[in-house]
């Protein structure tokens, strides 16, 4: 017997019959069953609570055109912080009058950009401190006394009591001044405004209209 006759006949015992025996197999019983109106009542109570919940919640919040303007009106009304600030630098400077600077500027600031003549005496001055809009510097000379404090817009002298400030009166302040009409008035303005607040009273002699004369009889009634 060759080797394709075993073959052959191994397939042939092997071949099913369908007579062979099903393996009985037994399965656990269910712990327990859902009927199908079981199952629907289920299914209806949560579609139930989900309708609830879409209907009762809080509508969100809309903002409608009234509440936009507010917003954009409180938006606008904050104030802008300023591009810049005006500080005036007087004295011992080769540069007096107006300085233009940028916000948190310092002293030492105005002081670059006034220019600061040798003999003027820095050290009294407090370089690191902060300058506000409108502020005023005087730089005194070494050995010169410090200025008093400066007056306020409208009153007259500037820690001089009886004076009248040639860089905070005004032209009808100016006119009190023996000699000193409307028209020297108005040109003390011009003068001061042309080219920044009087650093001396002896600046009074480059005003025009004020000769040697009117200088002498004003010399000791002004003040810087």
């Given at each position: 017997m060759n080797a394709t006759t075993t073959v052959d006949r191994l397939r042939?015992?092997?071949?099913?019959?369908?007579?062979?025996?099903?393996?009985?197999?037994?399965?656990?019983?269910?712990?327990?069953?859902?009927?199908?109106?079981?199952?629907?009542?289920?299914?209806?109570?949560?579609?139930?609570?989900?309708?609830?919940?879409?209907?009762?919640?809080p509508a969100p919040q809309e903002l409608g055109p009234a509440t936009w303007d507010t917003v954009a009106a409180t938006a606008s009304s904050a104030p802008a912080a300023p591009s810049s600030i005006v500080v005036s630098v007087v004295g011992e400077v080769d540069r007096p009058g107006l300085a233009t600077l940028e916000p948190g500027a310092r002293?030492?600031?105005?002081?670059?950009?006034?220019?600061?003549?040798?003999?003027?005496?820095?050290?009294?001055?407090?370089?690191?401190?902060?300058?506000?809009?409108?502020?005023?510097?005087?730089?005194?000379?070494?050995?010169?006394?410090?200025?008093?404090?400066?007056?306020?817009?409208?009153?007259?002298?500037?820690?001089?009591?009886?004076?009248?400030?040639?860089?905070?009166?005004?032209?009808?302040?100016?006119?009190?001044?023996?000699?000193?009409?409307?028209?020297t008035a108005a040109a003390i303005v011009a003068h001061r405004e042309k080219n920044g607040p009087f650093t001396s009273v002896d600046k009074l002699n480059d005003v025009k209209g004020i000769g040697p004369a009117k200088f002498e009889a004003l010399k000791d009634l002004v003040t810087v």
């Open positions: 042939e015992l092997t071949r099913p019959t369908g007579e062979e025996d099903v393996m009985d197999v037994r399965y656990p019983p269910p712990r327990f069953t859902v009927s199908p109106k079981q199952a629907a009542a289920v299914a209806g109570a949560v579609l139930a609570a989900v309708g609830a919940w879409a209907v009762l919640r002293v030492a600031d105005a002081l670059a950009a006034a220019g600061p003549r040798p003999g003027a005496d820095l050290v009294a001055l407090n370089q690191a401190q902060p300058l506000a809009d409108g502020q005023q510097i005087h730089v005194v000379a070494q050995g010169e006394a410090p200025p008093g404090p400066p007056a306020a817009p409208g009153e007259t002298g500037s820690g001089n009591a009886g004076l009248v400030s040639l860089n905070t009166a005004t032209a009808q302040e100016l006119t009190a001044l023996p000699g000193v009409g409307e028209a």
